[in-house]
């Protein structure tokens, strides 16, 4: 398994000097983008435990917690590459719960999350507010995609290398999809339809391997 050398600790550090920097009031959105296994949801608590440090309110929120219902996400068949992309996530709900009312500050509330993936329901709705200077660190799939052009003040998208993503994605769900497996191709499908309609590489405003 490979494991972060010093210098992620000192990328995080330079990552939230940068933030501050450039966003050191209001509300703030950031984006952990980058394909399965590279790392994004580990990347984005180690930002947030950084920013804290420095005195800043942080809130987390993860893409997987704004699925689409199970019987739309597989509406065009379990192995479909277009209906991963497609049809994953809501994004309507996103905005309207959480990156709304999140940019509106003042007492308005917002939801962290809004689906529960495991129960296909929507999780009780349970609002929370936070002060006028505040980050908002999201972490997931496709952050990158035309829909979501322009909501993130500053993004990110994790590389790294195939290699690695495997070891890390058999850690933590026991086992990877084989690439020539249905599974796998809807995967990797997924991934090349995002790469084309919105190359994220280039939409990003830091790549870190």
Not at 26 to 48: E, M, Q, S
Not at 54 to 61: E, G, K, L, P, S
Not at 163 to 175: K, L, P, T
Request: charged share 30%; aromatic share 12%; net charge negative.
């Amino acid at each position: 398994m490979a494991k972060w050398a010093p210098e992620r600790r000192d990328t995080i550090h330079a990552l939230a000097d940068e933030l501050l920097q450039n966003y050191a009031h209001g509300r703030i959105v950031v984006g952990i983008d980058g394909p399965d296994g590279a790392g994004k949801t580990t990347f984005a608590d180690d930002l947030a435990t950084e920013l804290r440090s420095m005195d800043y309110d942080v809130f987390r929120a993860w893409m997987d917690d704004f699925h689409q219902p199970r019987a739309l996400r597989y509406a065009k068949g379990r192995d479909s590459a277009d209906g991963f992309y497609e049809e994953s996530f809501n994004y309507s709900a996103f905005r309207r719960v959480l990156l709304g009312p999140f940019r509106m500050a003042g007492s308005t509330g917002f939801e962290l999350k809004f689906f529960d993936l495991k129960r296909d329901v929507p999780f009780d709705s349970d609002w929370t507010t936070g002060p006028a200077d505040a980050f908002l660190i999201v972490d997931g799939l496709f952050l990158l995609r035309p829909e979501l052009k322009g909501i993130w003040n500053f993004s990110v998208w994790l590389d790294a290398p195939a290699e690695v993503r495997r070891e890390r994605m058999i850690e933590r769900d026991g086992s990877q999809p084989a690439l020539d497996e249905p599974r796998g191709q809807r995967y990797l499908g997924a991934q090349e339809l995002y790469q084309r309609e919105a190359s994220p590489r280039t939409a990003a405003s830091a790549i870190i391997d």
